[in-house]
């Protein structure tokens, strides 16, 4: 059985920062591609960052430079420290694997106000 489950998110005022964790079960978690998927209530759905097996990492323009994505392969985790956080970063943060796209975690919600 396949599953995600992210955790760390929480409310954190604008310039600060979160650390996103998320535990996979059911993979061959360090042979995946794992990415980070965001989803904000009318804007839709976007991937901003991902990692490779091998640990190569890459970035949408909007988060690169704040955002850093890691793994650890020997507790099937990946991460996403998150930096200098602004309010349009407010969405649910999932963590996906991307030839298991259609297996979701039930997500954690970033909610960046003042």
């Known amino acids: 059985q396949v599953t995600f489950v992210e955790s760390g998110g929480g409310l954190v005022q604008p310039g600060g920062s979160l650390r996103l964790s998320c535990a996979a079960s059911?993979?061959?978690?360090?042979?995946?591609?794992m990415g980070w998927y965001r989803q904000s209530p009318g804007l839709g759905g976007d991937w901003i960052a991902f990692?490779?097996?091998?640990?190569?990492?890459y970035y949408v323009d909007s988060v690169k430079g704040r955002f850093t994505i890691s793994r650890d392969n020997a507790a099937n985790t990946v991460y996403l420290q998150m930096n200098s956080l602004k309010p349009e970063d407010t969405a649910v943060y999932y963590c996906k694997a991307v030839l298991w796209e259609d297996y979701w975690g039930q997500g954690t919600q970033v909610t960046v106000s003042s």
């Open positions: 990692i490779v097996d091998d640990s190569s990492a």
């Open positions: 059911g993979i061959d978690f360090s042979r995946e591609t």
